[in-house]
């Protein structure tokens, strides 16, 4: 490997050093405290919501894993440019690692549930791997210097070697040579008859050659035990942070609470078993997640406490042992992201379990000109729910299970909001820790600091999720799918293929308002290149506008439709 070779690879394992270090530290206080983490949520709070919209409707709920990927070529190639530039006497690169650990703890000390331990792995790790890389490139520099030395004393006997076979012409001519010319004409005539030029005898020369390589190999076995160190230390880190943390035992032994009050029955006839489509319930291993969370928070109902106060006569604190006393109720409710494309995914049914929220609300007491309610989660994240709809009537639940089993943690164990008929930017809090009653000029929560409609209405939708194929055979065809309107219902699905008119499809059993309903047409399909359209007519009888929009400021809307080639 050359010596630009060597140096971009000390880059790199000197920045696997700074992350594998930074891991380690990050035990003793949070797996969110690491560069990589701390940047990472930097990048979701910061990046335009045009891009982010761009990217879910892109890769879905892949979003993550794919900032994490970008990340991580981003590093490699950074940290190869500044091994690449750094220098014994000019620390450039060692600057560009100082200068990645101050931003990186900058970004940690920032999060809203940080300490100021939560510099430490930044700081730490930065230390090191500046240490690391100066150590590499000082190798790598005394490399260089015995390979420049070496090749200038091979270049040199090559002269002579050239010289010797002119006969030594050029080093003895004329009547002015001097003692030295006829010296190294000797010399020359040595070289010539089978000796070497003094000071490059064959044996001097491969003994620099063997030292040479035997250095070369000094430095790539630093560097591989360096990036081994770092690889390791990164991943000892990770895994020892994650299992000390980690909930999923205690959330298999918890026992949820036995609800009262009529328990929600799925009529057989709400799910019309379809080939093709969603079924009524989402599975929890199925059900969509989007939220601003890089990992997974992990939450002991043990330690998870809720404060409900602000504008309230009186402030409650509720422990997860609290709840326990209190009567659960189960409610089914379809819950809508809003970066929900038109036909999208982002969205999900299920069955829940948990404590009305009107009733927590009216023991605090909220005052009379109060009008929001700003939830938070335990990683900082805030939604700012209208008040009004948490104390109308509706299922508004303090959730601790779902589709019968405790809260899974990438949905929000141990307790989280489910707010029928508003999307979740501005309801579904997941591992709440806070409600503040206030008003929507006084606060403002994560997203609609950003831009988003501070309400949040779901707005009627309707999917196609058969037929997928983009060819089939002329004749009967089943086209189907979902349809939702939480909290108004759905009154009615129609179909339209290519320009022709809207015929009316046949709808499944509606068990709740608050859920999407599912629905079929049977289409007797003819040869030829067509567009299937959807749209539905909610409980009010107001229909799905046709009116393309994208998500920014408050939920996607327009037609679905699909293409198919028939015949």
Known sequence: MAERGLRVASGVAAAGVTLGVAELVAVLISTDSTPLQAVGAWVIDHTPDTVRERVIETVGTDDKLLLFISMGIVTVLVAGLAGFAERV???????????????????????????????????????????????????????AAASAELASKEAAAEALTKISATGGVGLAEGPSAEAGDISDGAAADNAAAGGSAPGVSRSTTDDSRFE???????????????????????????????????????????????????????????????????????SNADFYRIDTALTVPQVSKDSWSLRIHGMVDREIRLTYADLASRQAVEKLVTLTCVSNPVGGDLIGNASWLGYRLDELLAEA???????????????????????????DGRDALLAVGMNGEPLPTAHGYPVRLVVPGLYGYVSATKWVTDIEITRFDRAQAYWTK?????????????????????????????????????????QAVEVRIDNGAWQPARLAAEPSIDTWRQWVFDWQATSGLHTVWARSTDGGGAVQTSDVAYPVPDGATGYPSISVRIG
């Open 365 to 391: 007491g909220p005052h009379a000109d109060a009008d929001m309610v700003l939830s938070t989660s335990i990683d900082g994240f805030t939604a700012g729910s209208p008040l009004a709809a948490l104390t």
């Open 450 to 490: 950003r831009g988003w409609s501070q309400d949040g209405p779901i707005k009627t939708g309707t999917r196609i999720d058969t037929p997928t194929a983009s060819s089939l055979a002329a004749g009967k065809v089943t086209v189907a799918g979902v349809a939702w309107a939480q909290h108004r219902g759905i």
């Open 89 to 143: 006497r000019r620390p450039i690169g060692s600057i560009a690692f100082g200068v990645f650990g101050l931003l990186s703890l900058l970004a940690a000390v920032g999060r809203p549930t940080a300490g100021w331990t939560w510099a430490l792995p930044s700081l730490l790790g930065a230390w090191a791997g500046i240490a690391v890389l100066r150590s590499l490139i000082r190798r790598t520099e005394e490399f």
């Open 212 to 282: 040479l390589a035997l250095q070369r190999r000094q430095v790539m076995r630093g560097i591989v035990i360096a990036a081994a160190a770092g690889i390791g230390a990164g991943v000892v880190g990770r895994v020892v942070g994650l299992r000390s943390h980690n909930v999923s035992s205690e959330r298999a032994e918890v026992k949820l609470p036995s609800p009262s009050g009529p328990v929600p029955v799925v009529d057989p006839a709400a799910d019309l078993e379809i080939p093709g489509l969603s079924p009524y319930l989402t």
